[in-house]
């Protein structure tokens, strides 16, 4: 059978797609607009949260913590939001709940609902210093937040109270002094693991005000008087972790912090706390013109090897970083003396010697003497230091960085393990984990990903350093001492020598001129 094709003509043929008309292109153009004008409209709402949202609690950069992540999690316990769903921390959850219940019992009348009440007041407030749980707390979820605030703050404040001797008599201490109390009071110092200081406050105030119903008596002695009984919750925080200080003295302290409404959390009370009396530069948060940031180590060169800025005058003060600062090694053979200052404080008993106001951050280069503030290394040293340097990073408020500069110089000090013996026998360095490579191991590392500022903290004592192991004759003095001169008896048949030195030549002059005659 045959097949016939028929032909249709081009101009009666249906074409396979729409051809929209202008009018219809129109609308569509107009639709395309409004749609683009609501994603714009988002884009501003969402600038506009961030620009009023005052994040005060971070977690940490990857380019902090890569090099020791371990450092910024919790090990025992889970405080806000940030760590909740971590099951390791479940432990802790019947603690937190003896905890809140010795709470309760302070005060005659006051319940859960009574204090979620209370801490709704701050809902909002405190949902800002946290950043991104927007989605785990929404706002049909703000019940759950509330609830992780009444739990964690009571678990902090009575821990707290409890480390101070402020817990009921007839009750037995919740957590005993051993390895688990180190833990949390390292656990209660990582950035990540912050509740905001007005809720703690709010908490401790609700029943501070009780005689028999609030702290219940005093451990051991006499029970206090009434202005005794009544003390700032900052005091006692600082009571509470003065041993977790890197370097701590009677004056630092003692000294006021001014209003709890300006202390952000424990961690920014800590570095409150460890901070000089007087500041050594003028860089300030109005002078961002003065920064020039850069992350040291992560990008394999020197932070310290910068090229000056075309537009900074060249004079003595903006000189280039062309050279690396020697190490303690290398310093001594250029014969700069460690002197240590200070003392190591583990604990304040009395709070009445005032003698010493050193900090961690008085080092001073001068005559070829550097004072270096004695310091201890225990088993947290690094946690600790981490977290305030990472504290300085991420706060857009927070000049000078103390921590982060101190932990660059450090670093720069300290290259081996001979560097770490040196300050150790001058007594600067406490080291109480071991073995000196794993304290030069730990400010090696820690340095990782942290940017600092142009206005070095100390950049004075580092030109002088410089300039100072530059001149040969410092060197060769140095030579002479460690060669000639570093005993008695050595230095004793080094004189002597030189004396029959002296005395050969005398006498073969005088037999010279002898024979001339």
């Known amino acids: 059978m045959a097949h ?74 889970s405080i806000g939001p940030y760590h909740k769903k971590n099951l390791q921390l ?44 927007e989605d785990i707390y929404s706002d049909n979820n703000t019940g759950q937040f509330l609830k992780m605030l009444l739990v964690d703050g009571c678990f902090v404040v009575e821990f707290i109270r409890e480390r101070c001797g402020r817990k009921p008599t007839e009750e037995d201490i919740i957590i ?49 008087s009434r202005l005794d009984l009544i003390v700032p919750f900052i005091k006692l925080v600082k ?23 300006n202390i952000k959390h424990l961690l920014q009370l800590v570095h409150m706390s460890c901070h000089l009396l007087e500041k050594k530069t003028s860089l300030t948060p109005e002078n961002p013109s003065l920064e020039m940031e850069y992350c040291r180590k992560s990008l394999c060169w020197n932070p310290l090897q910068m090229v000056r800025l075309k537009n900074m005058p060249n004079d003595k003060d903006h000189q280039t970083w062309d050279t690396n600062m020697p190490n303690a090694t290398e310093l001594r053979e250029a014969g700069v003396t460690f002197s240590k200052i200070g003392k190591i404080y583990r604990r304040l008993e009395g709070y ?12 001073k280069f001068e005559n070829g003497v550097m004072t270096i503030p004695c ?43 001979k560097d770490v013996s040196l300050l150790r026998q001058k007594g600067i360095i406490k080291n109480e984990i071991g073995e000196d490579k794993r304290v030069a191991s730990l400010f090696n590392k820690i340095g990782k990903g942290v940017a600092i500022s142009y206005d070095f903290y100390y950049k004075e004592e580092y030109f002088m350093l410089v300039q100072h192991c530059k001149k040969p004759w410092n060197r060769m003095k140095a030579s002479l001492r ?36």
């Not at 688990?180 to 905001?196: A, F, H, K, T």
């Not at 009445?352 to 080092?363: R, Y």
Request: glycine share 6%; charged share 20%.
């Open 4 to 77: 016939s094709i028929e032909i249709t003509p081009i101009n009666h043929r249906t074409p396979l797609l729409h051809q929209p008309t202008e009018h219809e292109i129109e609308e569509g153009r107009n639709v395309e607009l409004i749609e683009t004008n609501q994603i714009l409209d988002e884009i501003y709402l969402d600038l506009y949260h961030l620009s009023t949202k005052s994040c005060t609690i971070f977690r940490v950069s990857v380019g902090l913590s890569e090099s020791n992540p371990d450092a910024y999690k919790p090990m025992l316990v």
């Open 90 to 133: 479940r432990l802790m959850e019947n603690y937190k709940l003896r905890y809140l219940q010795r709470f309760l019992r302070r005060k005659d009348g006051l319940d859960v609902k009574t204090c979620i009440t209370e801490l709704g007041k701050l809902k909002d407030e405190a949902l800002k210093c946290y950043d991104g749980i």
């Open 176 to 224: 005993p002094y051993s390895c688990i109390d180190g833990q949390v009071r390292r656990d209660l110092l990582l950035l990540e693991n912050q509740l905001p200081f007005f809720v703690l406050t709010k908490l401790h105030n609700m029943t501070m005000d009780q005689i028999n119903g609030g702290f219940g008596g005093w451990e051991g002695g006499e029970p206090p």
């Open 239 to 261: 009571e509470t972790f003065n041993s977790s200080f890197l370097k701590m003295s009677p004056t630092s302290f003692l000294k006021t912090e001014g209003d709890a409404k």
């Open 352 to 363: 009445h010697n005032l003698g010493d106001n050193t900090s961690l951050f008085d080092i």
């Open 375 to 417: 310091f201890e290394v225990f088993d947290y040293t690094e946690t600790i230091l981490r977290n305030l340097v990472a504290y300085e990073q991420q706060s857009s408020d927070v000049h000078p960085r103390y921590f982060s500069d101190f932990s660059i110089f450090m670093d720069y000090l300290i290259d081996s393990n």
């Open 482 to 517: 460690h060669n000639y001169f570093n005993s008695p008896w050595a230095g004793a048949s080094t004189v002597g020598a030189v004396i029959l030195l002296i005395l050969t030549a005398i006498q073969t002059v005088l037999a010279f001129t002898g024979n001339v005659k």
